[in-house]
């Protein structure tokens, strides 16, 4: 059997940074705003409740990631999904979520019917 090669440091730390990008809460807002289509700053910092420093910080870093792109109009910016990929890691990640919490309130039912035997 052969035996994993080690991955060279650079490549962990890479990978590393792009799952970081979605481990901030307002970043996975941002993103879900941004699945039926390209939207300017404006309509997410309404859509979020936040200042418009703190959207525009969190759209930087996703920019700069290659998950977003975007484009100005007049003195607005839009930003859309660049790397529609992203969509299907939240999916995936959501849908494994949900199997362990079915799986927990299964656990729940059968203990709360033991119980009242």
């Known amino acids: 059997m052969k035996s994993a090669q080690p991955v060279p440091e650079e490549v962990v730390q890479q990978v590393a940074e792009y799952f ?3 481990s ?4 996975l807002k941002i993103l879900n705003l941004l699945r039926d289509g390209e939207k300017c700053v404006q309509e997410l910092v ?3 409740e936040t200042s418009q420093a703190n959207v525009s910080k969190h759209l930087k870093v996703m920019l700069q990631a290659g ?3 975007r484009r ?3 003195t607005s910016a839009y930003y859309r999904v660049e790397d529609m990929l992203i969509f299907d890691l939240c999916n995936l990640v959501c849908d494994r979520l949900a199997s362990r919490i079915e799986q927990q309130a299964r656990q729940f039912r059968a203990f709360t019917l ?3 035997d």
């Open 67 to 69: 998950i977003l792109s």
């Open 20 to 22: 970081s990008i979605l």
């Open 46 to 48: 309404e859509a979020t």
């Open 24 to 27: 901030e809460p307002m970043r």
């Open 72 to 74: 100005t109009e007049g």
């Open 114 to 116: 033991l119980a009242k």
